[in-house]
């Protein structure tokens, strides 16, 4: 018989998914039976400095934060080497593969999941966590095809900026052209990223691309990208507001609760003013 291995009162069961810095098993509370999913960081693979004391304070920030829409953090624990991210278990998989695999979304079942994106983001915002590395692969679906951000507050912690991981990571196609240039705020941040995603999800494909990081940078900051000309009027108004360079002049998460595509049928979890 194999040997089970256990983190605290965890007991680590098969991977269900890898990140670049991470791995992520299921895992069984030995106290509860309950099951979890465990992030499991490998510290040396990340920068190391005063990260105790920003764990610490990042964590304790996470906790709080409850929201169908957000994964839920149980409890971190650190070993020397590792730091293990306990947190709900959520089982329907990547929005990314749902989307390869769908090509695109109608512009019904995008508005759905966009809904969710923001309700959670509004919530985190709210509490004054951004997340700064929202993409599709960040987002998972629940058994109830329910949109679940995860690794919120995550890049804090890592304390790797978002530019810099989304560049080893080979995934810069989200980041706001203001964290390119320096200085910004990672809430306004998001908020590009959400109406990137939202594009993607009713497009298939990216709005902005290039052969090399640097041409892909170069579009973002000139803005050269096409709607597809089956993308409605309607979701074009949205995305045109969202979709802006200068953080100042972007769509604010109030503005985007008040567009007339956004509205339909929009059930908010949480009450943003
Ligand atoms: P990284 O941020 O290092 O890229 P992720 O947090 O995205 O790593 O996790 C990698 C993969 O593990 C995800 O794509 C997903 O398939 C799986 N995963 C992550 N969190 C959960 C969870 N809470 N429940 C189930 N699977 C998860
Ligand atoms: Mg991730």
Redesign the pocket.
């Known amino acids: 018989m194999s040997k089970t291995k256990r983190v605290g009162k965890y007991e680590l069961k098969e991977t269900?998914?890898?990140?670049?810095?991470?791995?992520?098993k299921?895992s069984v509370n030995v106290e509860t039976g309950e099951i979890n999913?465990i992030?499991i960081?490998n510290i040396s693979s990340v920068e190391n400095n005063g990260l105790e004391k920003q764990v610490k304070r990042e964590i304790s920030v996470l906790k709080t934060i409850k929201h169908a829409n957000i994964?839920q953090m149980i409890e971190v624990l650190k070993s020397p080497n590792h730091i293990y991210i306990v947190?709900?278990?959520?089982?329907g998989?990547?929005l990314f593969d749902k989307i390869v695999s769908a090509k695109k979304f109608d512009e019904k079942t995008a508005r759905r999941y966009f809904q969710q994106l923001i309700d959670g983001i509004a919530y985190c915002h709210t509490n004054k966590i951004a997340h700064r590395?929202l993409k599709p692969?960040?987002l998972?679906l629940d058994d109830k095809d329910n949109l679940?951000i995860?690794?919120f507050g995550?890049s804090g912690i890592m304390q790797t900026n978002t530019i810099m991981l989304s560049t080893i990571?080979g995934t810069p196609h989200y980041v706001a052209p203001e964290v390119l240039t320096g200085s910004y705020n990672g809430m306004i941040a998001d908020i590009w990223s959400c109406g990137i995603i939202l594009f993607v999800m009713i497009s298939g494909c990216h709005p902005f691309d290039g052969d090399t990081v640097q041409e892909l940078f170069k579009r973002i900051e000139n803005l050269e990208f096409k709607y597809p000309p089956y993308v409605s009027k309607e979701v074009r108004a949205l995305l045109d507001k969202i979709i802006v360079v200068d953080p100042l002049k972007r769509a604010t998460l109030t503005e985007i609760m008040n567009d007339p595509w956004f509205k339909v049928d929009f059930k908010p979890l949480h009450r943003y003013e």
């Open positions: 269900l998914g890898k990140g670049n810095f991470s791995k992520v299921r999913a992030k960081v994964v947190m709900e278990l959520v089982l998989g990547e590395d692969e960040n998972l679940k995860s690794d995550l990571c």
